[in-house]
């Protein structure tokens, strides 16, 4: 059974970064591809950032609220997926989850594409 550990969460100052990890136990995950969403108090759960490895290439895709701020790697040797989140703001306060997809490889958007997920932790950013 794979299970998805997201730790690094944390309160920080606007302008500040944060690192979040992604541990997966119970399957190698490097060949699937894997993501980040994120929710906020109120707010559905929106897509942050995908990554999928095939054929030796790395791909990722990121949101648009955050492209050129947040970045989404992998380390496969680890089993572990990050997110780097540089100059972070107020808006960025929510919970982020990590997330699994177990099936073609793609760079899935949509929640509902994912089958595994974290439990998910806090970023907080204070102005």
């Known amino acids: 059974q794979v299970q998805l550990v997201e730790s690094g969460g944390g309160s920080v100052q606007a302008g500040g970064s944060l690192r979040l990890s992604c541990a997966a136990s119970g399957r190698t995950l490097s060949m699937y591809p894997m993501g980040w969403f994120r929710q906020a108090p109120g707010k559905d759960r929106v897509f942050v950032a995908a990554i999928r490895s095939i054929g030796g290439r790395t791909y990722t895709y990121t949101g648009d609220s955050v492209k050129g701020r947040f970045i989404i790697a992998r380390d496969n040797t680890m089993n572990t997926v990050y997110l780097q989140m540089n100059s972070l703001r107020p808006e960025d306060t929510a919970v982020y989850y990590c997330?699994?997809?177990?099936?073609?490889?793609?760079?899935?958007?949509?929640?509902?594409?994912?089958?595994?997920w974290g439990q998910g932790t806090q970023v907080t950013v204070s102005s």
């Open positions: 997330a699994a997809r177990l099936g073609l490889p793609a760079l899935p958007t949509r929640d509902v594409e994912y089958d595994v």
